[in-house]
């Protein structure tokens, strides 16, 4: 029996600065918060096949699972969690802001 679908984004990596982005409604953010939710698992593989198709744009494009929250998406799994974070080697990027 197939696991059941659970809310995923969109995630991958822009090809010119490797920053890790997330698809929004209407094109890539860097901000996990403003990443659109997928619960729907046919919509996803659409939205899928459509994100990988930006090659010109982002890079190792993939669904990540998350847990829909009030203040935004929030990872579920340790990876996305430290992907969302940013560079680890010193404070520079997203890590500047936290």
Known sequence: MPKPFTPKVIT????????VVYQTATGWTRS???????????????????ALSQ???VVGVYLADVAPEAGGPKPTHFREEFRAKGPSN????KQETL
């Open 32 to 50: 996990l918060s403003e990443a659109e939710v997928l619960t729907d698992e046919a919509d996803a593989d659409l939205r899928l096949i459509d």
């Open 12 to 19: 991958a990596n822009a090809l010119l600065e490797g920053d």
């Open 55 to 57: 090659q010109d744009m």
């Open 90 to 93: 010193y404070a520079h990027g």
